[in-house]
């Protein structure tokens, strides 16, 4: 199961270049995922003996330039997460893609938590991958479908979704045994 990729969907416009912003930021994306996950290993003693006695000169470069600045490099990412943000908002507002200009923010809220340079948040930036992959999925211009990871987000997509749409439906039947539907008849007139 591969890949598929139809790029003859992209229009030569402001798709084009959004496709092409969607690669970068998925590379960018998994560029800095890497660095946290050598960084976090990076701290384990016996990573960094073997690294100091199989390359003493990266061993030393990496801890006195990478590691001991590190919250400088991941913001340098956070930098461009940021302005792709704001970006990807503008646009947003211009084509009117949502009801009102402020619900962008709360529709893409994992972009803006994955920002945040703590620990446990700079994991959220792998739903990024996933929404830059889902995006270009609607697009038309890749098929996951037919790979594992498209089955796998797929499936607990579905999940999400039924168990959102029973607690509606819960919600709704309940509140009609209540004859609880905040809604009052009109008055008669006669």
């Known amino acids: 199961m591969k890949i598929k990729l139809h790029p003859e969907k992209l229009k030569l416009n402001l798709d084009t270049l959004g496709f092409i912003i969607d690669l970068f930021m998925i590379g960018l994306v998994i560029l800095n995922l890497g660095l946290i996950l ?29 590691h001991s600045n590190f919250l400088f490099y991941d913001l340098c990412f956070v930098a461009v997460y940021l302005t792709e943000f704001v970006i990807r908002w503008i646009v947003a507002i211009a084509r009117g893609t949502y009801h009102r200009w402020f619900f962008y923010p709360f529709a893409h809220w994992y972009d803006l938590l994955g920002c945040i340079p703590v620990g446990s948040f700079r994991w959220l930036r792998i739903l990024r991958v996933v929404g830059l992959l889902m995006r270009l999925q609607r697009m038309g211009i890749i098929d996951l479908s037919q790979t594992w990871l498209g089955q796998t987000i797929l499936k607990y997509y579905n999940i999400v979704v039924e168990e959102i749409s029973d607690r509606v439906v819960i919600n709704v039947l309940s509140g009609a ?3 609880n539907w905040g809604w009052q008849p009109p008055a008669s007139s006669h």
Not at 38 to 56: I, S
């Open 38 to 66: 050598f960084d976090w290993l990076f701290q384990v003693p016996p990573v960094q003996e073997f690294l100091a006695g199989m390359t003493p000169g990266f061993h030393a470069f990496y801890r006195d330039t990478i």
């Open 177 to 179: 045994q209540r004859g």
